[in-house]
Each structure stands twice: as C-alpha cells, then as structure tokens.
C-alpha cells in the first residue's frame, strides 16, 4: 500500500488507472458517480450503518502498515501517524456510524448528490477518511482531487475502498493537472457541491466559480501559527517538545509553527538550544520535499533571508533564521 514517489493514479469506477486524468475522466467520473449516487440513496440507515462498519474494520486491521507508509512518505513519525491520524479517522467513522444508528429522523437526511473536493495538504489520510465516511453517511458520491503531496494517503485509502464493493463510481479519485481539475470540480453545473482545501490565491478562483454557479461550498485554508515562549518555562530542558510543531513534515504542513517570539533576555540561549538541537538531529535532504515545487518554493524562501534583513541562525534544510522584519515580504 506504498505509492513511489511521483507515481500518478487514479481510481474510477473502482479501477485503477496508473496516469493522470484528463476532462474525458472526469466526464465518465461525474456521470457513473451520478448514477452510482442515485442507487447509494436508496439504501436504509442501517445498510449504510454496515459499509461505515467495514470501513473502519479495515483501517483497523491495516493500521501498522497504514502508520508505516504514512510515515515513510510524509516525514513524520510513526508515533504521529498513529496517535493524530489512524487512530482519529478509525474513531470518527466509529463515531459516525454509532450515531447513524440512533438518528431520530432520516428523512431529513437529504442528500446534496456528487461532491467534488479538491486537498488536503495536510494530514491526508485523516482528511479524506473523514470526508468518504461523511458521504457515506449521508448519501453522497464524491470525486476526489488529492494534492501532488496526498496521493500516497488516497492510494491507500482507495485500497480500502474496492475492499468496501461500494456501488461503482460512487467515491473516485482522479490525479492530473490540478488547475483544470480543480476548474471543473468548482465550476461544472453537474458537481453540486465543492470543498477545498488549499491556499488563499488559489482559493479566490474557485470562489468566484462557485460563486456564478451558486452551489454549495467550504473553503479551508493555510494559516501562520506562532509559539510564544513564556519566559519562566524551560525550554532548554524541553527543546525537543518546543521545535517539533515547526519540524514535524519539516514545515510543510497547515499546522506547523512558523514563529517564535522570545523575551529579549533569553533569546540567545534560546537560538543557542536551537541550534545544537538541529546540529545534533540530521534529516536526509534528499528526502526532505514532497514534490520539486515545495523544493523550488524552500531554495526561493532562503534566498530571499538576507536582502530582507534576516539572519540565519542554522542553514539546512531545515533553515531556521531570526530577526526578520514583520514588514518584510517573506514574514508575511
């Protein structure tokens, strides 16, 4: 269930397809998830309750491999993989399903039809679990759009999918050129729903094509996440703890830190305790990027440290720099 490093797939009408997909797949997609969606529908509460059963049975039973690709292919630890990923999508599926069991009035479950949904950068596995289990429940088909950096996660969850025999077409995942993709999911009068999740020039576009298409739609991105050291804490002792929310995925994740602030007083012996920590915990460079535009995007940030006015307290990758200017363009 390991997907190699620049492989492309994509997954319609329970097949795979080892290349990337072009507005002809995503055409067959969008009709065979109609149909297979009217079909879906029609099942009661409690056959549904049955596929969200088997759904997390198979997460279960495939945990310590899904942990170990998840963590070959994202750079986090295994120990992370396991605690914030697989256990959380095996325990929101359980969750949903115990829920569906008890739901009062399932007539006012109307389903939306084909949702199209386009991310997550981060955290994929968990993302697109919950996003299947959710359509599942509530009786939608959904065409998936994983990011260049997510398709190792959609492969395997794929994997889990065919084992599930769903009506065909009703969950697929197509891989191509993520602008047109991304165009037709948003802008296409056939999906009548679509979320994504991204960064916020990307987003402006599929707001406005949603927009004159006036359906439905979420819009989850990025956001800056600070640290603030407290000045009575002691971060020499727990330098570990405080580093790992910017190193964990090396910085490529929604939900890393990208800012420290320190009281003036101790800042030296903080960028001293940082220092000797990242000397002392090597990373293999050469596996370090999830793709050659989070590389291209890493060698550009760093260039443009010392014009703007900051300083680099340890060159990697990671880079860890200080000092710079909050007016500067890179800070922001």
Request: include cysteine; hydrophobic fraction near 40%.
């Given at each position: 269930m390991f997907l190699k490093s620049g492989t492309t797939f994509c997954y319609i009408d329970q097949e795979f397809r080892d290349q990337p997909a072009q507005a002809l797949d995503f055409v067959q997609s969008l009709h065979s998830a109609k149909e297979a969606q009217e079909k879906y529908k029609k099942l009661s509460l409690a056959e549904r309750v049955e596929y969200l059963k088997r759904f997390a049975e198979i997460i279960y039973e495939k945990k310590q491999e899904l942990v170990k690709a998840e963590a070959q292919e994202t750079f986090l630890p295994?120990?992370?993989?396991?605690?914030?990923?697989?256990?959380?999508?095996?325990?929101?599926?359980?969750?949903?399903?115990?829920?569906?069991?008890?739901?009062?009035?399932?007539?006012?479950?109307?389903p939306t039809g084909v949702i199209g949904v386009s991310g997550p950068r981060?955290?994929?596995?968990?993302?697109?679990?919950?996003?299947?289990?959710?359509?599942?429940?509530?009786?939608?088909?959904?065409?998936?759009?994983?990011?260049?950096?997510?398709m190792g996660s959609a492969f395997r969850l794929a994997?889990?999918?065919?084992?599930?025999?769903?009506?065909?077409?009703?969950i697929q995942i197509l891989n191509?050129?993520?602008?047109?993709?991304n165009s037709l999911l948003s802008g296409h009068p056939g999906v009548n729903a679509f979320?994504?999740?991204g960064n916020s020039g990307e987003a402006e576009k599929w707001i406005q094509q949603v927009s004159f298409r006036k359906k439905k739609a979420?819009?989850?991105?990025?956001?800056?996440?600070?640290?603030?050291?407290?000045?009575?804490?002691?971060?020499?002792?727990?330098?570990s703890s405080v580093l790992s929310p910017a190193l964990l995925g090396m910085g490529q994740m929604e939900f890393n830190t990208h800012r420290f602030f320190i009281s003036?007083?101790?800042?030296?012996?903080?960028?001293?305790?940082?220092?000797?920590?990242?000397?002392?915990?090597?990373?293999?460079?050469?596996?370090?990027?999830?793709?050659?535009?989070?590389?291209?995007?890493?060698?550009?940030?760093?260039s443009r440290i010392i014009p703007e006015q900051g300083k680099i307290l340890f060159s990697g990758p990671p880079t860890l720099t200080r000092d710079l200017p909050n007016c500067s363009d890179l800070q922001q």
């Open positions: 295994e120990f992370f993989c396991h605690d914030e990923i697989m256990d959380p999508a095996q325990e929101y599926v359980e969750n949903l399903y115990g829920e569906l069991q008890i739901f009062p009035k399932p007539e006012v479950l109307m981060s955290l994929p596995f968990l993302y697109l679990t919950k996003w299947v289990a959710n359509a599942l429940a509530s009786a939608n088909a959904l065409i998936l759009q994983p990011t260049n950096q997510a994997g889990i999918l065919k084992k599930l025999d769903l009506p065909k077409g009703l191509g050129d993520e602008q047109e993709l979320l994504f999740s979420q819009f989850f991105m990025g956001a800056k996440n600070s640290a603030l050291i407290h000045p009575e804490f002691d971060f020499k002792k727990n330098i003036q007083n101790q800042e030296e012996e903080f960028y001293q305790s940082a220092q000797e920590y990242l000397q002392t915990h090597e990373v293999d460079s050469n596996r370090l990027f999830y793709s050659d535009q989070n590389r291209h995007h890493y060698e550009k940030a760093v």
